[in-house]
């Protein structure tokens, strides 16, 4: 599976972001997707996680009612919708596919990164 991420950039606190990621290259449905962010010279921290269905979800507590993650299998894409965002959120933003926990281990493919940097 390749995964493609875009959207990332330069904002100020409190400005909002989407991050998109498309996968292609699947042969199987029905994978856990999600978004893992790593800041320098920190450890990745799972930040969202969805079901195949979107029925559920995960938050990591620091994003929890900031950010939402859905997907939309159709277009093979997950999004991550940032609000309210922090200088703490700066980090490097990568989606992963072929989930099948909300542990960054328990994910078999990942994007590039897409780095999100926020600052006034």
């Known amino acids: 599976v390749q995964l493609q991420a875009s959207g990332g950039g330069l904002v100020q606190p409190g400005d909002s972001l989407r991050l998109s990621c498309t996968a292609s290259?699947?042969?199987?449905?029905?994978?856990?997707m999600g978004w893992v962010r790593q800041a320098p010279g920190k450890d990745r921290e799972v930040v969202a996680v969805?079901?195949?269905?979107?029925?559920?979800?995960y938050y990591a507590d620091s994003v929890k009612g900031r950010f939402t993650i859905s997907r939309d299998n159709a277009k093979n894409t997950v999004y991550l919708q940032m609000n309210s965002l922090k200088p703490d959120d700066t980090a490097v933003y990568y989606c992963?596919?072929?989930?099948?926990?909300?542990?960054?281990?328990?994910?078999?493919?990942w994007g590039q990164g897409t780095l999100v940097t926020v600052s006034s």
């Open positions: 969805i079901t195949w269905s979107g029925s559920s979800t």
């Open positions: 290259g699947r042969t199987k449905s029905g994978y856990i």
């Open positions: 992963a596919d072929e989930g099948v926990g909300i542990r960054a281990q328990d994910f078999g493919s």
